[in-house]
């Protein structure tokens, strides 16, 4: 994971280059949703990282590292901001270039303990970047950025896209193709727009037959006919595989049922069966 940890942070932190004008400086700007969530994601990442550094557990501060970098700051807080730097909204541009640019600073500073010639490398591109980045403190304490809100409503949309994206794969729906549906999730509706954009769905079809139902955060979405999904192809995709997930779950939950196999198998070896039932009765719950 070391190299893919390299690869994302300079993928990002080049990105970011792309977006931020000279001049920016770097300041927290929680201005929206997203902004307030990756400021409270990274004050988290500080503490897990900073915790593990000291205790000379550089294996896992490497593996915190991983996670933000790649599942938060990558994964879901660029994929949020891409439009808001192609709108003309007057001073959104400005804030969230300043935010974006104290995020990858931060990040590096962060980082730098893991895999130091990336981000010594990185740091002189940063706009207002002084000096050589080992001569920096680690980031200052920032607990009035945890957001238990933001991260409540953020997790609850990250939850939802990745519902929505494995019935997609499930179903066989063109990745670029958008589902027509319908949403009644309350609780979504403040990041409506951004659960539509990521999960590609296409919320205008009001009256359309419902072809699917999946349960997401707090609420329902209904797969609709029409946009990019075959109805019956689908249906039959999705038979197929609740049916080969259920043949699956019966063996496991028989194999549990043995008192012998509970009894003389290896702890881990039960836990890991029971870890599967689990995840089957989750897909099947997806599906």
Not at 24 to 52: F, G
Not at 111 to 127: G, Q, S
Not at 136 to 156: C, K, Q, W
Request: aromatic share 6%; glycine share 6%; net charge negative.
């Amino acid at each position: 994971q070391g190299q893919q940890l390299a690869n994302k942070l300079w993928n990002a932190v080049r990105f970011g280059l792309s977006l931020i004008p000279e001049g920016t400086v770097a300041q927290p700007r929680p201005e929206t949703i997203e902004d307030r969530w990756i400021l409270s994601r990274l004050e988290a990442a500080r503490v897990d990282i900073r915790a593990r550094i000291e205790a000379f557990d550089m294996s896992h501060a490497a593996l915190a590292l991983y996670d933000f970098v790649y599942g938060e700051l990558c994964d879901w807080y660029l994929e949020l901001v891409k439009p808001r730097f192609a709108e003309d909204v007057e001073g959104d541009q400005a804030a969230l270039a300043s935010n974006l640019l104290f995020v990858l600073s931060e990040t590096l500073v962060l980082a730098h303990p893991v895999i130091p010639f990336v981000t010594e490398t990185l740091w002189p591109h940063l706009p207002g970047s002084e000096g050589m980045l080992a001569a920096h403190s680690a980031p200052n304490a920032a607990p009035e950025r945890a957001d238990a809100e933001a991260e409540a409503l953020l997790g609850s949309l990250i939850e939802t896209v990745q519902d929505v994206r494995g019935w997609r794969d499930a179903a066989s729906v063109p990745a670029g193709g958008k589902l027509a549906a319908r949403l009644n999730a309350p609780a979504l509706d403040p990041v409506l727009e951004q659960v539509a954009r990521l999960a590609r769905l296409d919320l205008t079809a009001a009256d359309a037959p419902v072809v699917a139902t999946l349960p997401v955060a707090g609420g329902v979405l209904e797969v609709l006919e029409g946009g990019a999904i075959d109805p019956a192809a689908a249906q039959e995709r999705v038979d197929r595989q609740r049916k080969a997930l259920e043949l699956e779950l019966a063996a496991l939950q028989k194999k549990l049922s043995n008192d012998g196999f509970v009894s003389k198998a290896p702890a881990d070896v039960v836990a890991g069966e029971r870890e599967k039932v689990e995840r089957i009765q989750k897909e099947l719950e997806a599906l």
